[in-house]
Each structure stands twice: as structure tokens, then as C-alpha cells.
């Protein structure tokens, strides 16, 4: 069992659409939730984080933590052509070191 | 947010020569510096990590002969690829963590994408 799972997509949802992005871990000492967005080419770049049970809200980006299943999500709102990337969902368990997924490209078509 | 330069952006060598990229946090104090491998179309692989003042903590497969990582202050880590060959070329990304744990993120460099021909 991989530590972190992403459905790898694509996903294509169209312009305005609500994107959902979801992400399973498999440590349940996980502590901290990232989920970051990554252009072609480019490096990835934050988007939000997450610690504790429940949603958290930034602008059109919504994270959702389940830590009884394990599972954390990313939903974004509105979207945008802009927003089409890879976004990839990273845990942080003890220690400094992150794991990533496989990531989750997404399409977003005018 | 906080600021990780990575030099250079792009580099190509020939099979055979070693290539030192540098990571630099320009406005905070890293403790720890990772260093990340990303083939085409895959996740961000952790290579290893690297304390300041202390000996890199390679992952799993990664040889700490070919990849030299020296951390020497609280600002700069470098990745030396030594004997490159073209299995190698690849995008190495560095990230760092702040000093002071304000914020348990790292932030990312821009990433060197290495061709070894």
C-alpha cells in the first residue's frame, strides 16, 4: 500500500465547475496536510495546508480533513483555466520529511 | 511566503562530469534542507535530507557517493551529481524548512532540470 494515494487523472471539469481533488494516507500518526499545485515544467508551489479535522477555506480552495478515514481532499471552486496543473496532495508525519503522491492532473476547460 | 533559491534553473553535461546545484533560502534560516527527483509525469521522490552541520540522510536506493550533499550553513545546501550519466538527467528540486518552525511547510526552490548527454 502506497503512504499517500491519488486518483492520477486526468481530471477535466469545465470553467466555474467545483474541483474535487481527494487524497488517502496510510500512517494514522500523520500530522500534517499539504496540498501543493504543479505546473509543467515548474516547481511545486503551496497551496494550502491543513492539521486539524474539519474544512479549511482560502479564497476559491477548500482543504477537508478526515483523520478517522484517512482521507483529505481539496476542493476548489469557480475554476479556471488557470488552475489546470498537477496538484499533489503531501503528508507530513514524524520528523521534517514529506511524502507526496502520485499526483492528480487537472484540466479545467474554458 | 518564504524564499527558496535554486541555481541554476537548467544545466547540460556531458556523461562522465559532476554538476553541484545550490539551494539558498534568501529570508529565513533553514535547519533542513531536502533534496527531491522528479522523472516525467512522476511525484516528487525524496533523495535525502540534510541537517546543517551534519551528515545528508539518504532515502532508500539513493547513493550518497553519487549524490554528495553538503549543508553547510543555515542558508545554502548543495547537490553534487558526481560521474554523471544520462539515467541521471532528471529534475532535482530542493525545499527547505524555517529555522524557527513558525511554519512547519517547506518552501520549494524552482527546481534544475539536468540533461546528461
Known amino acids: 500500500q502506497k503512504e499517500v494515494e491519488q486518483n492520477s487523472g486526468p481530471l477535466s471539469v469545465p470553467e466555474g465547475a467545483i474541483a474535487s481533488l481527494n487524497c488517502t494516507y496510510s500512517?494514522?500518526?500523520?500530522?500534517?496536510f499539504f496540498w501543493y499545485r504543479q505546473y509543467s515544467g515548474k516547481s511545486p508551489e503551496l497551496i494550502m495546508f491543513?492539521?486539524?479535522?474539519g474544512d479549511k477555506e482560502d479564497g476559491r480552495f477548500t482543504a477537508q480533513l478526515n483523520k478517522a478515514s484517512q482521507y483529505v481532499s481539496l476542493l476548489i471552486r469557480d475554476s479556471q483555466p488557470s488552475d489546470s496543473a498537477t496538484y499533489l496532495c503531501?503528508?507530513?508525519?514524524?520528523?521534517?520529511?514529506?511524502?507526496f503522491g502520485e499526483g492528480t492532473q487537472l484540466t479545467v476547460n474554458p | 511566503g518564504a524564499v527558496v533559491s535554486q541555481h541554476p534553473s537548467r544545466v547540460i553535461c556531458k556523461s562522465g562530469t559532476s554538476v553541484k546545484i545550490e539551494c539558498r533560502s534568501l529570508?529565513?534560516?533553514?535547519?533542513?534542507m531536502f533534496w527531491y527527483r522528479q522523472f516525467p509525469k512522476q511525484s516528487l521522490m525524496l533523495m535525502a535530507t540534510?541537517?546543517?552541520?551534519?551528515?545528508?540522510?539518504?532515502e532508500q536506493g539513493v547513493e550518497k557517493d553519487k549524490f554528495l550533499i553538503n549543508h553547510a550553513s543555515l542558508t545554502l545546501s548543495t547537490l553534487t551529481v558526481t560521474s554523471a550519466h544520462p539515467e541521471d538527467s532528471s529534475f532535482y528540486i530542493c525545499?527547505?524548512?524555517?529555522?524557527?518552525?513558525?511554519?512547519?511547510?517547506?518552501?520549494f526552490g524552482q527546481g534544475t532540470r539536468l540533461t546528461v548527454v
Open positions: 491543513i492539521y486539524s479535522n
Open positions: 540534510s541537517n546543517e552541520g551534519s551528515k545528508a540522510t539518504y
Open positions: 503531501a503528508v507530513k508525519t514524524s520528523g521534517s520529511r514529506l511524502t
Open positions: 525545499s527547505a524548512r524555517e529555522y524557527n518552525g513558525r511554519a512547519t511547510e517547506a518552501f
Open positions: 529570508d529565513f534560516q533553514a535547519t533542513t
Open positions: 500512517d494514522r500518526g500523520s500530522q500534517s
